[in-house]
């Protein structure tokens, strides 16, 4: 036995090493086979060159080697199995930190198609539709590839950095037109063809650069030159034939690009064709106009949203107080930058809208960060857990005894409210371990882990046993119905299309998804809630199949059988959500649409919140 692996062993160094000489049919035609021997041939008498070295190295692996029968084969592994070998690289260029990060997020299997209506599973279409569902493949998101670079996290300057990041969020907002562009000005070669491994390198560099030209009004001449350098300082080895490619289309791009863009693009290439036609049959053609405009108008998000950490027992006077001292050292000297004007607004549930630009820095440095008064929340994500409060507080008053349930919670901005609300218990439920612990550091940054209880489990599995006054599950407990729970299921989240432009490519087949948000709607009524609890069902989706449906869903099926709990809407009324009047339904729940509501609720998440009571 040792005897075979012993031979098996030296034949496979013996023909790895002489297959590094079989010719790569990816390499420049500089790097022919007689100048591979030739320069091997002469080792023995000159200093190894570090270059074939790792040519040596790289072109090992390629070779796959198997052994049946007692014989040996060898065979060079195909294109789709050879790694692409790279040094790891270190930078601080912003360009290459976006190229990188849009390069982590092209895949080449299978996907979606969104051009295809109705279509799905193997790729359709033409070059450039395949092109773009595979940049955005399996919902990964090409920000949080940059954002968790190391070289980014790290880089010193906040100008490189945010510029690294506009870089990577315009492309992915603008991908559709970028790519449709791009097919126009390469003649149909577009993406490049037989590439081998270079190709998606390729393809992120015109990419970056058409998001320059077209869209960050980078001059030309800038664009170009600093795009094309990034190909040869990668150190990926990218053929010369190729770097002149990519000179000549950005080039073209350039002289003809924007008229292109003005002429046979429109911002609708941005979004998957069937998202586009179901906002259009649900909402209208106005309406989605408005819609789409509103989630790609760059400057119309250049804000964040603070919920504060203020209890909803202080009165105006003191809320107030507190409120202005915060706006104080927001726009004092211990700021990065001195806020003034509108640069910060008070909104009407009293969340705090604060500008952002390149000096604002990392938001873990703002005032009162680190001391808990404040955490990020969009203002549409603050309304489920405020109609839950207005609802109990009308019925009854003192909340101290009450118990809600915060479902799917993770971050912990609900769960956050419910707390500073005044409920007596609060329990929040995550599936994922990860975000859960995310969760429990939020909250103990906020200084409130003491109040709420975090439990890891799969929401649809988990029943409302606990000691009161351990917070500690013991089997002798017996199962406790609580008043309220909030359920902000899992969902395609397209109304963040305008944060995270990735959502907008969302595969059409959602059954699984619908399947998930159904059964927790159905367990939350049947057994989390007892008679007269409180349920508020919440989406961030713009689609009435997660939303709507599901509601009108669960409504139905009270009456199909007696071991299904009966729901009834407790409809939101004029004045009840400040700001949101024009958000109310015929249905007495709330759509908020991106782009609708006017003033600073134009830029808003879009989100849909229901208010069910249980009758039995």
């Known amino acids: 036995m040792m ?47 570090q270059q074939i070295d790792e040519d040596i190295e790289r072109r090992k692996s390629d070779v796959k080697v198997t052994m049946k029968a007692g014989k040996i084969t060898l065979k060079r592994k195909s294109s789709s199995q050879v790694s692409f070998h790279r040094k790891k690289i270190k930078t601080t260029n912003p360009r290459v930190l976006a190229i990188l990060a849009l390069v982590a997020v092209a895949g080449n299997g299978e996907c979606f198609n969104p051009h295809i209506r109705g279509g799905g599973g193997r790729e359709e279409g033409n070059d450039q539709q395949r092109s773009s569902t595979r940049f955005i493949k399996n919902n990964i998101n090409a920000i949080t590839k940059l954002e968790l670079n190391s070289d980014y996290i790290f880089l010193k300057d906040q100008r490189d950095k945010s510029f690294a990041r506009l870089l990577v969020s315009t492309c992915q907002r603008r991908l559709g037109q970028i790519d449709k562009v791009l097919s126009l000005c390469c003649d149909s070669k577009y993406p490049p063809k037989k590439t081998g491994q270079y190709g998606v390198f390729v393809q992120a560099c015109l990419r970056l650069g058409a998001t320059q030209i077209l869209f960050l009004q980078t001059p030309g001449f800038a664009a170009v030159k600093e795009t094309v350098e990034v ?24 002289r003809d690009g924007k008229d292109i863009l003005e002429t046979q693009s429109c911002v609708f290439d941005n979004i998957a064709p069937w998202l586009l036609q179901e906002w259009t049959d649900t909402w209208g053609e106005e309406k989605t106009l408005q819609i789409v405009n509103q989630l790609f108008d760059e400057d119309a998000y250049d804000h964040v949203d603070l919920t504060l950490n203020l209890s909803y027992k202080l009165t105006d006077e003191e809320r107030e107080r507190k409120v202005s001292r915060l706006v104080r050292e927001f726009g004092g000297d211990n700021f990065s930058e001195k806020v003034k004007g509108d640069s910060i607004i008070l909104l009407p549930n009293g969340s705090l809208r604060i500008k952002r630009n390149v000096k604002s820095g990392l938001i873990s440095n703002w ?20 109609a839950l409060h207005k609802a109990f507080k009308q019925r009854h008053g003192d909340l101290s005894d009450l118990h809600i349930v915060d479902m799917c919670a993770a971050p912990g901005g609900k769960t956050g409210q419910l707390i500073v609300a005044g409920f007596g218990q609060v329990t929040a439920v995550e599936s994922n371990a990860k975000r859960s612990r995310r969760l429990v550091e939020n909250l103990k940054r906020l200084h409130l882990e003491d109040r709420c209880r975090v439990v890891v489990s799969a929401g649809q599995e988990w029943y409302p046993s606990f000691n009161r006054a351990t917070y500690q599950t013991t089997e002798e407990d017996d199962i406790e119905p609580v008043n309220g729970v909030l359920l902000d299921v899992p969902c395609s989240a397209t109304g963040t299309g305008a944060r995270s432009p990735d959502v907008l490519w969302k595969n059409r087949r959602l059954e699984e998804l619908v399947e998930t948000q159904e059964t927790l709607a159905n367990h939350c009524a049947d057994n989390i809630i007892g008679r007269g609890g409180i349920m508020v069902y919440a989406t961030c989706s713009l689609l009435k199949v997660e939303s ?55 830029s808003c998440d879009g989100f849909f919140v229901a208010r069910l009571v249980k009758i039995k």
């Open 3 to 49: 005897k075979g692996l012993l031979r098996f062993s030296i034949i496979f160094k013996i023909a790895s090493t002489a297959l590094c000489f079989i010719p790569n049919p990816v390499y420049d035609r500089q790097h022919s086979m007689f100048r591979r021997v030739s320069m091997v041939a002469s080792l023995g008498k000159q200093r190894r060159n």
């Open 231 to 254: 190909l040869k300082i990668l150190g990926f080895h990218v053929p010369q034939g190729m770097i002149k490619f990519t000179n000549a289309v950005l080039r073209k791009l350039v």
């Open 367 to 386: 005032p009162l960060y680190q001391e808990g008064k404040w955490w990020v929340q969009d203002i549409s994500s603050t309304l489920p857990a405020i």
């Open 548 to 602: 709507e449906d599901q509601v009108k869903k669960l409504i139905a099926r009270g009456n199909q059988s007696r071991d299904n709990a009966v729901m009834q809407t407790l409809p939101f009324v004029v004045g009840e959500m400040h700001g949101f009047d024009d958000a109310i339904d015929e249905n007495g729940w709330l759509r908020v649409l991106p782009g609708i509501l006017g003033g600073d609720l134009n």
